[in-house]
């Protein structure tokens, strides 16, 4: 499984655009990123999964270079509720995953 | 919206006891997981099931440990004997069977207190 590096944190004020990178150097021909969000106490959440250039769903975007070895989760205009700690995940579809340390993103007023 | 939910929200045991911590995925999916997540730390993956087996497991999963689905929609934890280190957050989660996707759907997760 592709090694990611992300941020341990970030901080970012509501109305603001947040962009997350992560990187993953070894990544492999069939494997997707994904990303996930996680709120205290709750489970992960999935947010948005892509293998190439951007993907786009009502809560974020996806951008990936065409070396695939970065990828960046882009939220537009966050809110205090989307103060989580957003996963990156390298792996091919349908296998086991494994989380890093993830970023720790807080929104402040 | 189906969800998967998980059984009992909170365990309490004592150290050496038995426990078992149960899940209903979601009723079409296919593929079903356990993770657990440790106070302040990160998600770790214990084991994936699919077709009535194990197919794949982490070095966490030892023989203390073992899964069931024992009916349609039950899929369970097992835990054999119990150590203070066990305490954490366990979650279940679940995949459909089109496996184009990394979208596992989690459950609310177990909290297990090992005394």
Redesign the interface.
Same mark, same amino acid.
């Given at each position: 499984l592709a090694k990611t590096t992300q941020p341990i944190s970030m901080d970012s004020y509501e109305g603001q655009e947040v962009n997350i990178t992560c990187s993953h150097n070894n990544i492999a021909t069939n494997d =997707?990123i994904?990303w996930y969000q996680?709120f205290p106490?709750? $489970?992960? +959440? &999935?947010i948005i999964?892509g293998y190439k250039t951007k993907v786009t769903n009502e809560v974020a975007s996806l951008f990936i270079p065409a070396d695939r070895k970065s990828s960046t989760l882009s939220l537009p205009r966050v809110s205090l509720s989307d103060t989580a700690v957003y =996963?990156c995940?390298v #792996?091919p579809?349908?296998?086991?995953? +494994? &989380? $890093? #340390? $993830?970023t720790r993103l807080t929104v402040k007023p | 919206e189906p969800e998967v939910t998980q059984t009992p929200s909170h365990q309490v045991t004592q150290m050496g006891q038995e426990v078992i911590l149960r899940c209903v995925p979601i009723s079409n999916h296919l593929y079903f997981y356990w993770y657990r997540q440790i106070l302040g730390q990160k998600v770790e993956f214990l084991v994936s099931f699919y077709n009535n087996e194990i197919s794949e497991k982490s070095e966490i999963f030892d023989d203390q440990f073992s899964v069931e689905r024992p009916d349609g929609s039950n899929f369970t934890l097992k835990i054999r004997s119990t150590k203070l280190e066990d305490s954490a957050m366990y979650f279940c989660a679940s995949s459909g069977g089109v496996v184009t996707y990394n979208e596992q759907f989690f459950g609310p997760g177990t909290r297990l207190t090992v005394l």
């Open positions: =997707y994904t996680q106490s709750q $489970g992960p +959440r &999935f999964q =996963y995940l #792996a579809p349908g296998n086991d995953m +494994r &989380f $890093g #340390a $993830g | -």
